[in-house]
């Protein structure tokens, strides 16, 4: 009886073993998919495209950016949801904040599960849409200050992700925010670049018609 129950056991961690270095490899695959992507247009939406794949419970997913002009969050992409309607929806930052960290579950670090909606920040803005019975939420922190959330919708059940998840969310996290921040850097400067050339064309401009003058 005793070999017996310690064969099973044996088996379960084994089984258990190869599911997380099945886990792992498929992290590692994400992680170099997302590090080839280099701006921010392209990165944000396959992003989202690979967490929905790490995640298969979730119902649909999306991304909200804060802008620093209008000092709002966005939806920028977004996957299961009608687009024009998530294009809709615009948070202040306090809206953003206390709706996806704030009251919810802290399961690691940056990361978040909110089951509970019953007065839940900006739900009003929401209405068109149908309501998620689970939410597994990651925070883009730069600078110390959170500017965007990666948001996984479950509409199914209210205990499609687990704190088992955090483990997953927060390595992919980790490689999200360096992917990011690249991106943002380089959309900087290609500003920058554009802007620059801009006034070059200008000054050269004038400079020929000051010549033919």
């Known amino acids: 009886v005793r070999t017996r129950k310690l064969l099973t056991l044996v088996e379960e961690r084994t089984l258990d073993l190869r599911a997380r270095n099945n886990e792992l490899e498929t992290i590692d695959r994400i992680i170099k998919d997302i590090n080839k992507e280099t701006g921010l247009a392209e990165l944000l939406p396959f992003m989202l495209e690979k967490a929905l794949e790490l995640f298969p419970q979730a119902s649909g997913g999306s991304f909200l950016l804060y802008d620093r002009i209008d000092q709002l969050f966005h939806v920028t992409s977004t996957s299961g949801f009608d687009l024009e309607e998530m294009e809709l929806i615009k948070l202040t930052y306090d809206e953003g904040i206390n709706r996806y960290t704030r009251g919810s579950e802290k399961v690691g670090e940056g990361v978040y599960v909110v089951t509970e909606y019953e007065n839940l920040p900006a739900e009003e803005k929401f209405t068109k849409l149908k309501r998620p019975q689970c939410m597994l939420v990651m925070t883009l922190v730069f600078d110390g200050r959170i500017e965007g959330f990666l948001v996984l919708d479950s509409l199914k059940s209210p205990d499609a992700f687990k704190r088992s ?32 050339t801009s006034e070059l064309v200008q000054a050269n401009e004038d400079l020929i018609k000051a010549r033919d003058t």
């Open 165 to 196: 998840d955090a483990r997953k969310f927060m390595r992919f996290r980790e490689h999200a925010l360096s992917a990011v921040s690249k991106a943002r850097t380089l959309d900087q400067l290609e500003t920058i670049v554009e802007e620059r």
